[in-house]
């Protein structure tokens, strides 16, 4: 559009083809060919952005990338697979699936006794009539009823290996910030 501004000066004010026009007429040309050229440029500055920006994660049992735009929300959370617990980050997106990225670890004989006496306690105070208590405990889920379809899964060494993806996918989704991030 510039080439088109500067050959329509020339043509109008320096060619000797056209000392019959009138300056008037010359005028009129020169600010169409002006406001072409800047219509030209507000367009293209205008034009919508097509950089999309993704989180990429490259573990040892494969790899996951989602657009960030396309997520809907992330949750990380503990529960209870029998003498299981598990550490888990969910990634849900706009999209048909949603993505596990966990790690499990053997309770201790600690944690299972103090389990017990806990379970017991609710017990007797739900059969007093007392209050349920259950607010902040461990969900306990019983597999293979309570997986989900649709999930992809990838299981990471340990909760330092979640809590690293989890801060990773949290820092880039809130800051909208395409991030990739390792795991070994």
Request: charged share 20%; hydrophobic share 40%; proline share 3%.
């Amino acid at each position: 559009m510039m080439n088109l501004l500067i050959s329509s000066f020339f043509y109008l004010f320096i060619s000797p083809y056209n000392a019959n026009l009138y300056p008037m007429k010359k005028l009129h040309l020169l600010l169409t060919a002006l406001t072409l050229s800047l219509s030209s440029l507000s367009a293209q500055e205008n034009a919508p952005t097509t950089s999309i920006r993704f989180w990429e994660a490259t573990l040892p049992s494969g790899d996951f990338m989602v657009a960030l735009h396309r997520i809907t929300s992330i949750s990380k959370h503990e529960y209870h697979v029998g003498v299981v617990k598990i550490t888990e980050v969910v990634i849900d997106t706009d999209g048909n699936s949603l993505a596990r990225f966990y790690t499990s670890e053997i309770l201790s004989q600690a944690d299972l006794v103090n389990r017990a006496i806990k379970k017991s306690r609710e017990t007797l105070t739900n059969s007093t009539g007392g209050e349920s208590g259950l607010e902040g405990n461990p969900v306990i889920k019983d597999y293979p009823t309570t997986t989900h379809a649709k999930t992809v899964e990838y299981n990471l060494k340990d909760v330092g290996a979640v809590d690293s993806l989890y801060n990773s996918i949290k820092r880039a989704w809130s800051r909208n910030n395409g991030a990739k991030f390792t795991a070994k």
